[in-house]
């Protein structure tokens, strides 16, 4: 397993603001993903952070509104811009085990744009 | 693409009671097959998880078969307890190997009463 830390892990936001979310990993990880839950929702990717190069967004997300980094393999930021009330949402960052499959989360962070 | 569905919530049982929570999903290739789980203020935990047809996941009293001819994952317990109240994601990994991030279905919120 690994052990995922994300900073903040929670925070208000005003409207037009942008924040970023950072996430450490114990140890080096190949594959990386940020998730959004929506209130109420379940889980949607938003894009696999890869490790010097750009990261891969899903459908629906653009790198303009979600910049995120992977400057190493234990670290990734994701950034929420030019933020919005629809943006509030927990954000989540995951880690892969290629063999088994299984992902790994962590905490969260719970943003909330005024 | 990808698809997860699971039964729609939420599911309220007495204490005791026997537990399905029905999920069916649609994929190419061969997918690894996982529940989550996600406690009231925590985040989210991997339950059980079957990587090929015919296995059986189990944890904490929890089983779900990965059935392929009827692509379906279906979690069950014999007796449920208040503290099993959460909210339960079921969710699959492609088959096209760890390049990957899951597929969620939109979570089932069970509520157990005493």
């Known amino acids: 397993s690994a052990v995922i830390s994300q900073k903040p892990s929670r925070d208000i936001c005003q409207r037009g603001t942008s924040l970023t979310i950072q996430c450490q990993v114990d140890?080096?990880?190949?594959?990386m993903f940020w998730y959004r839950q929506q209130p109420g929702q379940s889980l949607t990717l938003i894009a696999t952070?890869?490790?010097?190069?750009?990261?891969?967004?899903e459908s629906g997300f653009v790198i303009d509104k979600f910049p995120i980094s992977r400057p190493n393999l234990t670290f990734s930021t994701l950034t929420v811009s030019n933020m919005s009330p629809e943006d509030s949402s927990i954000y989540l960052c995951?880690?892969?085990?290629?063999?088994?499959?299984?992902?790994?989360f962590g905490e969260g962070s719970r943003l909330t744009v005024l | 693409g990808d698809s997860v569905t699971q039964m729609e919530g939420p599911v309220t049982l007495s204490e005791e009671a026997f537990l399905t929570i029905n999920c069916t999903y649609t994929?190419?290739?061969?997918?690894?097959l996982f529940w989550y789980v996600q406690y009231p203020g925590e985040g989210l935990q991997l339950l059980l998880k079957?990587?090929?047809?015919?296995d059986k996941g189990s944890n904490k009293g929890f089983e779900a078969t990965y059935r392929k001819e009827t692509t379906s994952f279906h979690l069950e317990k014999g007796s449920v307890q208040v503290s099993d109240s959460a909210v339960y994601f079921c969710?699959?990994?492609?088959?096209?190997?760890?390049?990957?991030?899951?597929?969620f279905g939109k979570g089932t919120h069970l509520i157990i009463q005493p």
């Open positions: 995951s880690v892969g085990q290629p063999v088994s499959g299984e992902l790994f």
């Open positions: 140890s080096q990880v190949t594959m």
């Open positions: 952070a890869n490790q010097g190069s750009e990261a891969t967004y």
């Open positions: 994929a190419t290739g061969y997918p690894s």
């Open positions: 079957a990587t090929k047809a015919d």
């Open positions: 969710a699959l990994r492609g088959g096209r190997g760890g390049a990957d991030g899951l597929t």
